[in-house]
């Protein structure tokens, strides 16, 4: 006997609505409970942890201090990522604020309408981009040389914005016909997404978990097992070919064959370029790697939930419903914060970003940095307002070298100029000048 597949109709949001009877009565401190209040901070602290930490990774990924450490293309898949995250913090989750604390919606039915577009739109779209990241780790590992020859920044961002038109595109297309969305007062604490049938919320449940789980696994399976052979027969073999380059760019790879051609003298900066070039393409794809088991592990428990109450047709507990979903949302945060801690380079520039630029002040490593290249630099002229180098201990033979070359009429000409255009210290109003290592004429 054949039956026909359920209808749903979406709950009408008037009657969700903070202007209705039953909720413009009650006045805001009167039906409040502990645990609204602990929900309404677990909104609030993670939409400003989500925030401020997708901030941080866009300007350091795109600053020129971090552009030696990482590719164009990997560079360009986590800003759109990073960019998700960061339009999910400031679109989306900042809305269940007051709702989490009054259970009811206060913005009115095109706000709702928008929210629910965003949030399924952006979510998408964010699987979407960690499917590129394994695909792109994946090439880069097992066929580099390829992979340099056809990768391009155009290619690239035609490709997120593609996937972005058709993630809106397929959204919009759920959304925005009335009924398509609701407001959910226990698990998002916002408005959603809502699917007329149950199979319907399966598929997208399912859609959106396991075709990005099952490439993530078998992309950054098959590259680390693929490296890990290649180091242990590299380390038996000195002679490295063009896929032992991890990952190295077309302008490394000529400079690394021309300095192997030169000679065994240059044999160590040979080996030295191709063990830091295949040392980044580890590290980022670990990284990278990192962030994508993330996913997994934080979406899983929602996944399950989603399939689970459209089979049943029932809800899940509202304190559930409320975690599953804000673990699974949470994942906005610890993208940029499984980077920060696995990534060397990005936290020494995170913190000097955030010394130079907003405390006004230099770090620990910048001053580090700063007396070492004083101090082992001695045959250079550095003539400035440089503390914690001990100028005084420095021999008398690199005393008359430094005096030999200050007097000479090239190093006359270049203190001229610098007396003449100095340089002004944006935190501090000192001004620097700056004495370039120049050659003693010939008498």
């Not at 602290?45 to 901030?55: F, H, I, K, P, Q």
């Not at 070919?241 to 000529?254: I, R, T």
């Not at 000679?263 to 990278?288: C, K, N, W, Y």
Request: aromatic share 10%; glycine share 6%; with cysteine.
């Amino acid at each position: 006997m054949h039956h026909k597949a359920t209808i749903l109709v979406a709950p009408a949001l008037q009657n969700s609505s903070c202007t209705h009877p039953r909720y413009s009565q009650l006045t805001f401190f009167s039906a409040l409970t502990p645990g609204d209040v602990i929900q309404a901070l677990i909104v609030l602290l993670l939409t400003v942890g989500v925030l401020a930490a997708n901030m941080l990774l866009i300007l350091v990924i795109n600053s020129r201090r971090y552009s030696k450490y990482i590719h164009s293309q990997p560079r360009y898949l986590l800003t759109s990522l990073a960019s998700n995250d960061f339009a999910m913090g400031l679109f989306v989750t900042p809305f269940a604020i007051v709702p989490s604390l009054r259970h009811c919606w206060p913005y009115g039915e095109l706000v709702c309408q928008i929210q629910a577009l965003l949030r399924g739109a952006i979510s998408q779209q964010s699987a979407v981009i960690l499917i590129c990241m394994a695909m792109d780790r994946y090439l880069c590992m097992l066929h580099p040389a390829r992979y340099h020859k056809h990768s391009s920044k155009k290619g690239c961002v035609a490709i997120i914005s593609m996937t972005w038109i058709m993630s809106v595109t397929l959204f919009s297309i759920l959304v925005l016909p009335r009924g398509g969305y609701y407001f959910n007062p226990t698990g998002m604490m916002a408005c959603e997404p809502f699917y007329s049938r149950a199979s319907i919320r399966i598929l997208a449940a399912c859609g959106f978990y396991f075709p990005t789980t099952m490439i993530l696994m078998y992309c950054y399976g098959s590259a680390f097992h693929v490296n890990k052979l290649r180091l242990r027969r590299a380390g038996g073999n000195t002679v490295a070919g063009p896929e032992d380059y991890g990952g190295a760019s077309m302008e490394k790879l000529s400079m690394i064959v021309e300095n192997r051609s030169r000679g065994p003298q240059d044999g160590r900066q040979f080996i030295h370029l191709v063990t830091q070039e295949r040392r980044l393409s580890t590290t980022a794809s670990r990284t990278m790697a990192a962030m994508s088991l993330g996913f997994i592990v934080l979406v899983t428990p929602w996944t399950i939930q989603e399939v689970v109450a459209a089979c049943t047709g029932s809800r899940a507990p509202a304190s559930l419903d409320f975690l599953a979903t804000w673990l699974a949302l949470s994942n906005s945060f610890w993208n940029p914060f499984l980077y920060w801690l696995l990534n060397n380079h990005f936290r020494r520039i995170s913190r000097e970003l955030l010394f130079s630029r907003f405390f006004c002040r230099k770090s620990k490593e910048q001053k580090q940095h700063q007396q070492q290249h004083c101090c082992s630099n001695s045959s250079s002229t550095v003539v400035g307002h440089t503390q914690g180098c001990d100028l005084e201990g420095l021999s008398e033979k690199y005393w008359g070298e430094i005096l030999e070359r200050t007097l000479s009429s090239s190093s006359l000409h270049a203190l001229q100029r610098a007396y003449s255009h100095p340089r002004m210290d944006r935190c501090n109003g000192l001004q620097e000048m700056r004495v370039f290592d120049t050659a003693v004429p010939d008498l």
